[in-house]
Every structure is written in structure tokens, then in C-alpha cells.
């Protein structure tokens, strides 16, 4: 069965407003390195947990009764993976292994979405998948390849393990949780997307308080609360970075994802997600005022194939007997 050419194009709208707000995560930290990972993690999700609860309140019994208990379970549980987890895994490996190397294993979140959600819930047939993906794949490669140590000798092998580990399990995390929240959107449909980011974002602020308390229960090279205690410029641009990334990397980006998740079938949001990869690279070339170079460009070229090429294979695909 086709996909009405109007919601798809709207879903996929969408979609590419949820990359794009999403693509200033890989910079946006750039501009705070006075602070550390832990440190700009629990800050954005303090505040965006913060800023949920405000609104949660403003709403008043309105929004308390249109979540079911259901709904709040899930809601801890995705806040917990698709964002604590997830992040804390993203900053093990970019720590521990390289920035590049850990961009390469998360870029594969489209292919593993698709193929997961395809899996959990058929809407075309596999094979209409595998050579999208083979291009995504190769553009990720080209894209990442030069940058990465290959000589892993900056940091010693257990520490490398626990990059490693650490960004694999964000890919696992994020692809259960795009799968997950698409599929719980679809069936609870009273509940808006505004709502729901609204409800993500009150979890979140749980799971933030709770792992705040634990660090500071006890010392943390990580985490230096005597720098807070004392106003400085680089606390203002601290503020001003983590209330981005709260108001518009967090919450703005889940009600932009949850519009696209209601209207796409996973099989084509997850090749969408390149774009994620794909405006974050836009956006460091910004930063860093340059052009990519040839490698770069044909590896962006490869992951827009894939996705064009998702599109037409999704739109066109019926269930086939493999």
C-alpha cells in the first residue's frame, strides 16, 4: 500500500526539522570545553526536565489526565534510554575512543532503525532496504575514515573497551527508543506531541535529579560544583549553552520527531536520520569555516543517495514472501 504523497512529505518535514535542531549537538559543546561532558549533560537535562515541568504544571489537570499510567512508565523508560543513556554512552566514546569513530558506529542508527523496526513491525520487504543502507554505510565511511586514530594509541585498551562499549550501547539505546516511541505514538493518539515531549522531558528531570544526587554523594572528577558557586562569563555562556540544547535540541526536537514517527512508517524514518550526521557536518564545516573536502563531499553525496533511494524503494515497496 502507497503512502499518501502529502503525509509523507509532511512527516518528512518534520523529520528534517528534528535532524536539523539535533545536528547543533555536535557543535554546541565545542563552544563550552571549559566544562565537561557529564557537567553540559546533566545541565541540559536539568534544565530541559525543569522547563517540561513548568509547562507539565501550567497545563494543570489537563495533561495529568490524558497520560495513562502506561504512558508514564514508557516515559521513564525512553527518557531513560534515548536520552540519559544515550548521551552518557555518546561522551564514553568520543572520550575514550575518538569523536570521528563515534560518529561513525551512531551514524548506523538509520540502517539498524529500519531494520529493526521492519522487524518488529514488516511494512516492506527487507531486501528494498539493503542497498540504501549500502550507501548510507559507504557515505558514513568516507565521511569519518580520514579522521579517525587508527593507531588507538591515545588512550590504554580498557579505556578504549569502554569507549567502545559506550557508543555501542547508544546505538542499541536509540534505535529501541525511535522504535519504541514511534510505535507507542501511532497507538496512543490522544496524546499530542506537545504533550508527549512534555512528558519526556518531566521523566528526564527524574532520571537527571536522581543521577545527580548519586555524583554528589560522593567525589567526581567530572562533575565541579565549586566552579558554579561563582558567577563568571563562562557561566553565562554555560547557561546559555545548555538552555539550546534543553529548549531546542530536547524538547523542540521530540515534538519535531514525534510529528514525523506518527506520520512515517520506521522503515523510512530511520534512513532520515542521516540528516542528523549530515546538518551536524554542515554545521562543523560552519564552525570551523571551511568546505569539505572530496571525501567528505562524496561521502554526504552517498548518504543523500541512500536516503533518496529509501524513499523511492519504501514508497513503492509492497510485502513480498522472502
Same mark, same amino acid.
Given at each position: 500500500?502507497m503512502?499518501?504523497?502529502?503525509?509523507?512529505?509532511?512527516?518528512a518535514f518534520?523529520a528534517?526539522a528534528?535532524?536539523?535542531?539535533?545536528?547543533a549537538?555536535?557543535v554546541?559543546?565545542?563552544?563550552?570545553?571549559?566544562f565537561?561532558g557529564?557537567e553540559?549533560?546533566?545541565?541540559?537535562?536539568?534544565?530541559?526536565?525543569?522547563?517540561?515541568?513548568l509547562?507539565?504544571?501550567?497545563?494543570?489537570?489537563?495533561?495529568?489526565q490524558k497520560?495513562?499510567? @502506561?504512558g %508514564? *512508565?514508557?516515559?521513564?523508560?525512553?527518557s531513560? #534510554?534515548g536520552?540519559? &543513556?544515550?548521551?552518557?554512552?555518546i561522551?564514553a566514546?568520543?572520550?575514550?575512543?575518538?569523536?570521528?569513530?563515534?560518529?561513525?558506529i551512531?551514524g548506523?542508527?538509520?540502517i539498524?532503525?529500519?531494520?529493526?523496526?521492519?522487524?518488529?513491525?514488516?511494512?516492506?520487504?527487507?531486501?528494498?532496504?539493503?542497498?540504501p543502507s549500502l550507501?548510507?554505510?559507504?557515505g558514513?565511511i568516507?565521511?569519518n575514515?580520514?579522521?579517525?586514530?587508527?593507531t588507538f594509541s591515545t588512550?590504554?585498551?580498557?579505556q578504549y573497551l569502554?569507549g567502545?562499549?559506550?557508543?555501542?550501547?547508544?546505538?542499541?539505546?536509540?534505535?529501541w527508543?525511535?522504535?519504541?516511541?514511534a510505535?507507542f505514538?501511532k497507538?496512543?493518539?490522544s496524546i499530542?506531541? @506537545?504533550? %508527549? *515531549?512534555?512528558?519526556?522531558?518531566?521523566?528526564? #528531570?527524574?532520571?537527571? &535529579?536522581l543521577f545527580?544526587?548519586?555524583?554528589?554523594?560522593g567525589?567526581?572528577?567530572?562533575?565541579?560544583l565549586?566552579?558554579?558557586?561563582?558567577?563568571?562569563?563562562?557561566?553565562?555562556?554555560?547557561?546559555l549553552?545548555?538552555?539550546?540544547?534543553?529548549?531546542i535540541c530536547?524538547?523542540?526536537?521530540?515534538?519535531?520527531?514525534?510529528?514525523?514517527s506518527?506520520?512515517?512508517?520506521?522503515s523510512l524514518v530511520?534512513p532520515l536520520?542521516?540528516?542528523?550526521s549530515?546538518f551536524g557536518?554542515l554545521?562543523?564545516f560552519?564552525?570551523?569555516?571551511r568546505l569539505?573536502?572530496l571525501t567528505e563531499?562524496?561521502?554526504v553525496?552517498?548518504?543523500?543517495?541512500?536516503?533518496?533511494?529509501?524513499?523511492?524503494?519504501?514508497r513503492?515497496?509492497?510485502l513480498?514472501?522472502?
Amino acid at each position: 500500500m502507497m503512502l499518501p504523497l502529502s503525509i509523507m512529505l509532511l512527516g518528512a518535514f518534520f523529520a528534517l526539522a528534528a535532524c536539523f535542531v539535533w545536528g547543533a549537538i555536535f557543535v554546541v559543546p565545542e563552544y563550552l570545553s571549559d566544562f565537561t561532558g557529564l557537567e553540559i549533560a546533566l545541565g541540559r537535562y536539568l534544565v530541559y526536565g525543569t522547563l517540561s515541568l513548568l509547562i507539565f504544571f501550567l497545563r494543570g489537570k489537563t495533561l495529568w489526565q490524558k497520560i495513562p499510567l @502506561t504512558g %508514564w *512508565a514508557m516515559a521513564l523508560v525512553f527518557s531513560l #534510554l534515548g536520552n540519559v &543513556l544515550y548521551y552518557l554512552g555518546i561522551i564514553a566514546g568520543v572520550r575514550y575512543t575518538s569523536a570521528s569513530l563515534s560518529v561513525l558506529i551512531v551514524g548506523l542508527s538509520p540502517i539498524t532503525i529500519a531494520l529493526y523496526g521492519n522487524f518488529h513491525s514488516r511494512e516492506v520487504s527487507f531486501k528494498s532496504l539493503i542497498l540504501p543502507s549500502l550507501w548510507i554505510v559507504t557515505g558514513l565511511i568516507l565521511v569519518n575514515v580520514a579522521e579517525i586514530d587508527w593507531t588507538f594509541s591515545t588512550y590504554s585498551m580498557q579505556q578504549y573497551l569502554m569507549g567502545i562499549l559506550g557508543i555501542f550501547g547508544s546505538l542499541i539505546f536509540w534505535s529501541w527508543f525511535v522504535v519504541h516511541n514511534a510505535h507507542f505514538l501511532k497507538k496512543y493518539t490522544s496524546i499530542s506531541t @506537545t504533550d %508527549w *515531549a512534555t512528558v519526556i522531558g518531566v521523566a528526564t #528531570l527524574f532520571w537527571a &535529579l536522581l543521577f545527580s544526587s548519586v555524583l554528589g554523594l560522593g567525589p567526581s572528577t567530572q562533575v565541579n560544583l565549586d566552579r558554579f558557586a561563582k558567577w563568571s562569563e563562562q557561566i553565562f555562556y554555560f547557561l546559555l549553552g545548555i538552555t539550546f540544547l534543553a529548549t531546542i535540541c530536547s524538547w523542540l526536537g521530540c515534538y519535531f520527531w514525534g510529528q514525523a514517527s506518527r506520520r512515517l512508517p520506521i522503515s523510512l524514518v530511520g534512513p532520515l536520520l542521516i540528516f542528523e550526521s549530515i546538518f551536524g557536518l554542515l554545521f562543523v564545516f560552519l564552525s570551523e569555516s571551511r568546505l569539505p573536502s572530496l571525501t567528505e563531499m562524496l561521502g554526504v553525496i552517498s548518504m543523500l543517495g541512500g536516503v533518496t533511494m529509501s524513499i523511492y524503494l519504501v514508497r513503492k515497496s509492497k510485502l513480498e514472501p522472502e
